[in-house]
């Protein structure tokens, strides 16, 4: 495969940050396989026909059934609300496409586990948008980890805090509606902080967690007000196999916070922290250090050893989010050229969506929950 | 009374931080009750002998019940491990004495009321050094609370890490050991967070938490190894009798965190957030700021208006960790001469305690846990 | 014009730079005239067409006189070293071609003149590539200041360094000789914060200034050591023609700069500082916040309301360097749509560039000198 | 000598500071002579009195002419406006006292060398209280420094800018009176670094400055306003003996900077960088780090391992501002009990103050102006 046709469903933020990504992966990295954009599909003609000039698709339609099914396909690309993730990678599996969901990979975790069997009966590859992993500091976290430089991993700690759910007057999108989003700031925020914890400290054993919902109606789309039915914030403590422990925290109405997705990792020989409104910057602790000279570094994750820089700008040029989906996309372009499937995968879906459900579980039953296998 | 003699139990970091803080109360703040550094009293006779000279006491012994007791004395100031805190608080209260105890008050709730009941039968006045609320930017951040600049309080994160346990060698002293500690990280470090939550944000209606010991064995001062009794790291979830939730971490093994008392308060209408390591400075956001220059400001605490600055320095030039404890003694001066109870006292030590026993009690069960009243 | 043809002449660092802001200002910013990358110029033929391919170039050269000439394009746009800045304005110009330069405009202020001059008599359209103004946060700092949000500015600050000429082994490339690049560090980054102090505080008068060259030797592309005839390190001081003072430092070989341009502003009524290592932010401080809750705010210049950024993501979603030079491209279509000059121009060029030859007038004399004008 | 017994002349900021300084010393350092608070010297006699009292003077007066030639007193401590710098030394001197004077040493260069001729022929110790040398963190620079951790240091930056000078209705005060002063903030802020410079990189041959007054009148302590007759605020460039260049700003009008003194050092094979309104932390950079991990480290100064700091507190417990002289102190105390001259001393007051004289001069001249010698 020299060329990759793609055909992205959902032209919003994420439509927007797909179609970007493949472009840019294009123009900055070469991918061995080169992503076409061929189709974008959306709900609205005029709004899809201008997301589709913009990024130079070459056709577009407002079907998504077609487009996951489209013969001239070969990467099906879910940029839809959580409600349209199975459905749309039943169809595309069906056809034999590979398949690039947005997270949460579902609304539960039946679900999820349902669209990993089917693209896995279907025998196509699969990858999910994790992008944080992508960020070049998270990629140099990951190194120093396995590299051993923070020795055994004793404590993770994660907030991921947004405030855009205190703007005033915001309706009552699919975001607060549990039957097309399964859950609110859980699913959409905390499960990038799960699968960081993951990616970078190992598998979840238990958790135990609140949600809350500070503002239980918003303005309907029509008029009056209907009632949310997701979580606005949710908090979890957690042991992961390997004995670490974790708390998490999410919320969209932490008044203040953009984008504040703050990790710290705290093992036996160093620790490392990051936040995504700082992306560029990775902070470094090592106990190998002369004991006068011991601190948190702060390394400008841009130079030319450091990952994904080098096709970039040169050293000390930040990098912006929407790196971090090009990043992705370069691995997803290399992985259907290696005929391997992508990573991270619907695989690490269900394991995040497994670690989401303990969470609802344990508000519930007021217990730790084993994470569900 | 005009002056106020003064006996300090204990003469390690804690009886210096307080002989220093009645000198420094003294010079920088003169209280309408001069406090007087009357007895010193230590363990080893050497050292509490060249203690009592650095700090100018006119006498000093090494027999704590003498010292709770002698006649000339008006407080009683308990710097010593914890499992001394109750016996001299019986032995102080029941000769009249005032009593100004460390934290945590107790080895557990338990003794934590007995010592209340105490002083609150002999009628003595009883403060608990929670130092922390006397930082100036932490009054700060109360002024604002209670003036409504945050709003509705929804959302308080409090992580507390040092990493003075890793230490190389370090011997288990009695911080390791639950029959003189009554627990580890829990008690000595997540209390002063709890009590910042108390102050900032109100009661705490039920927890669930977890404990951990990374480092089960420490070395014997004598010879070979004995095993750690208390927990290295805490971390609990948290619902305030207001609705607001909460998260608390704390952590002995935090490599590079030395000092990091990290909390935050989101409110519906502003935040705020502050660190230990950086307590001369306040964070503070607000939506009352025009939508265009919303972000958190800055504020160097160290103003006129600032509450206790102007008794130091001219603005800009930083206050240390230690001033806390001058405040605090401030406090108890102007109370005693007042002939009002201090603030923080042993209702805030009970009820602190009280938090702490509700996490150790869910730990066990596995379950949230009301805080007991 | 609905279409405008763009040559870009260099496939460097720069030409990079603006072959991407062409293709993103149109899939983000849908320009009244659409920018069209119809020509790409540089002097190896592999990497031109290599270059081509990736941006989606229609056609390249390797012959800058034909791609400053060619009949079909609109606008030349210069990524070149500087010594070719001004034939290359002059073989478009005399063409009728609109002129994007890169900065710094020239070798020197005669030079700048007569690219100025050329042009004028064309009556062609020109801009000079001073991206940093194109910064949100520059934006919204110009903004606060024209809004009298500082009052009087008195002082002015900026430091600019980098350290890459402290790569081991760099080779003595154009950069490092005056005839090709006119200056160094002074030319090639200072130029940037003396223009961003004529946008935000206004015309200087005189300065004063040294340069200096720490490293004097640097290996030759073939073999040996070549002299090194340009600064690595200038900085100047300058009294502004309103009487506010400016001091200005730059350098290539500042260790662990990576690329720190620092800018502070201090007005009567409020001060304010930027750093384009966390580009993102925009730090303000005002004397209308009541006294007890002044500070720097942070602003993270990414809200809706802030310029540029709602046609990028949500909020709290950072923007990078490039995304810099995406807004000046809109500037340039939307100035050659409306028929107007765009901003900046060669104007400011030569205004920049005179206060160079200024510095370097002084460090010659040793005198305070003039800027010519 | 056992013990030190000290005059303290001065009663405001600086007498406070000094008085503290002796006690806390004591306390903490239990310096090999110890200090003794004898007399107190002010103007107003009822202040004096209270102040003697606060911190525990034995006795008190209101004639500098006793205080300076008291048949008991050791040391002069001089804390008073800079007119009397000189004519207390004189007194002092002569009656062979040793000298502990605040900075600048003198109102100008004349003067100072007066002073240091005084103590040289009257062959007594002489210190001058350049407190900045003594914070930890710049301690740790200097010694990272000397064991050549930074290479060869090429450039020095400067910032030391406040903004009290903004206060409304602040009167015309000694220190706005060229008389009194000698200079503005050239003389009250510009001397710390300069020896801060000289301490880290060196002497330096030359400078080239500007001076700037931006509140010309000011209210006298009577009625009307008084003409300022010092600056406001000054810069200047420098070349050290070494090669190295500086750049040095100061202000007292730069608003929203309270204590910022910021200094940077680039060297060729590490830099770092501090700042006093964050006097704790010491950013340091080294060439030696693996590249993927460059990045300036943010050392908390406050380990066992790290100077003075194992008096004071365990680690991460912050120290305040005035703490560095205390640590003054201990280096008088042990000076004169080891019978050598303190560091720093009336030598290096001479050569702050010459420095500042060249950038009068320049200001003047409009040109470069060689350090005299």
Known sequence: MREIKVAVIGTK???RAHANAYRQARAFFSPPALPVLSLACGTNEHETQKFAEKFGFFRYTTNWEEAAQDP???VVDICT???LHAPITFAAARKGKA?????PLARDLEEAKGMLRAVEEAGVPHMICFNYRFFPAIQLAKKLISDGALGEIRQFHALYLQDWGLTPGLPLTWRFQRERAGSGALGDTAVHIVDLARFLVGEIAEVTG???TFIPERPLPSDGMGKVTVDDAAAF???FQSGATGIFETSRVSLGRKNFMHLEVNGSRGSLFWNAED???LWFYSIDDPPHLRGFRRILVTEEVHPYTKNWWPTGHILGYEHS???????LCGALREGRNPQPNFLDGVEAQAVLEAVLLSEGSKRWEKVPR
């Open 13 to 15: 933020f994420m439509g």
């Open 72 to 74: 001239e396909i070969d």
């Open 81 to 83: 609300p959580n409600d």
């Open 99 to 103: 398949v690039f969901c947005e997270k």
């Open 210 to 212: 609140l949600l809350a």
């Open 237 to 239: 403590l957690a042991r």
């Open 279 to 281: 992306p560029n910057w």
């Open 325 to 331: 989906f090009t990043h992705a996309v370069v691995e």
